[in-house]
């Protein structure tokens, strides 16, 4: 089994940050991507960030320049540091990556997600 363990949300003041983190726990042999989705009240799920094993990165139109993603291989952990938190970041946080791990009598690729975050924006 896999296990996904978020923590980092809260309440912050627009302009302030925030910094998330979600580690890997299991029968894990690789981890491909890992990334961190949103989802507000009403609207779908989008990708908020996304980082490669290779450190390839990729971001949200809506938070580039405000946001980085970051993961530290030998934990299993991947980051977000907001900066410049604005209202309409408002959202539930979802961590997400593509693994490979322990099934059967080898091993299989799946995809894991957190139980999710909360972050509000508001003054």
């Known amino acids: 089994q896999v296990q996904l363990v978020e923590s980092g949300g809260g309440l912050v003041q627009p302009g302030g940050s925030l910094r998330l983190s979600c580690a890997a726990s299991?029968?894990?042999?690789?981890?491909?991507?890992m990334g961190w989705y949103r989802q507000a009240p009403g609207k779908q799920r989008e990708l908020v960030a996304a980082i490669t094993n290779g450190g390839d990165t990729n971001y949200a139109d809506s938070v580039k320049g405000r946001f980085t993603i970051s993961r530290d291989n030998a934990k299993n952990t991947v980051y977000l540091q907001m900066n410049r938190l604005k209202p309409e970041d408002t959202a539930v946080y979802y961590c997400?990556?593509?693994?490979?791990?322990?099934?059967?009598?080898?091993?299989?690729?799946?995809?894991?997600w957190g139980q999710g975050t909360q972050v509000t924006v508001s003054s």
């Open positions: 299991g029968s894990i042999f690789s981890i491909n991507t």
């Open positions: 997400n990556i593509d693994a490979v791990v322990k099934g059967g009598w080898g091993s299989v690729r799946r995809t894991y």
